[in-house]
């Protein structure tokens, strides 16, 4: 298995802290980021103490990069499967694993000229790792949308395979029993910075920054994945 796989499987939620981090310019243009942290305690409770036998890795690079790197895998796929590649042409992307100091996160970012070009980050290491290795496509049971008219900002995340979301919600609901006794760090935090003042958040636990122009709502982070949809937002600017 190479390192796209096992990197993946190391980031359950069971002891990761994930920030979505969203910057909107006057222009609305903008840059988005997705910053996933292995807690190194939470993995040690959970018996996961064989640190040594993990290989350093610190790699960053483009979604371009892999479609040049594997052309030949590329063209293989159907071309709606190309389309769905290219759409994440422009995602930077770093992976680090350090088995020494005990560091591992993965960075997966997007700068965008219109806030409704941004893919699906969640989604991008899977897909990296379906064309690294020609494996099937590697797809989320949700989309996120984001949208800004200048006043309103909406997140919306919708349910896009219930059958797979489904599936995916029992098997989180047997790993919380199994580690329910442990003491783990699991957190989502949202962190987003606007150009106006804020004037409302649908969200009443959002904390809005002393500038009131930016904010952060955090949330339980199994919570969030079997409520995806708790996590839409709406905040509307003066």
């Not at 910053?35 to 036998?53: C, I, M, P, V």
């Not at 690079?61 to 790197?69: A, E, G, L, P």
């Not at 769905?84 to 042409?89: D, G």
């Not at 349910?159 to 029993?177: G, V």
């Amino acid at each position: 298995m190479k390192y796209l796989s096992v990197f993946l499987l190391l980031f359950s939620f069971i002891s990761c802290q994930i920030t979505e981090t969203l910057t909107i310019n006057s222009d609305r243009s903008g840059s988005i980021e997705v910053y996933s942290l292995r807690d190194e305690n939470s993995f040690a409770q959970l018996g996961r103490q064989d640190f040594g036998d993990e290989k350093f890795i610190d790699t960053t690079f483009t979604f371009r990069d892999y479609i040049v790197k594997y052309q030949d895998t590329f063209v293989k796929f159907n071309k709606a499967d190309q389309a769905l590649f290219t759409e994440h042409a422009n995602v930077k992307m770093q992976i680090k694993l350090d088995p020494i100091q005990m560091e591992n996160f993965n960075k997966v970012a997007f700068e965008f000229k219109n806030i409704e070009e941004i893919p699906n980050l969640y989604e991008s290491l899977g897909l990296a790792n379906s064309l690294k290795e020609n494996y099937p496509i590697y797809r989320k049971s949700y989309k996120i949308k984001y949208t800004f008219d200048g006043k309103v900002f909406k997140r919306t995340l919708a349910i896009t395979n219930p059958e797979k979301f489904e599936k995916d919600k029992k098997e989180m609901d047997e790993h919380e029993k199994i580690y329910s006794k442990y003491k783990v760090m699991q957190s989502y935090t949202l962190k987003y910075y606007f150009p106006q003042k804020i004037k409302s958040v649908s969200n009443s636990n959002a904390i809005i920054g002393s500038d009131q122009k930016s904010l952060s709502l955090k949330f339980q982070l199994s919570y969030c994945l079997k409520n995806p949809e708790s996590t839409n937002l709406e905040v509307v600017l003066e």
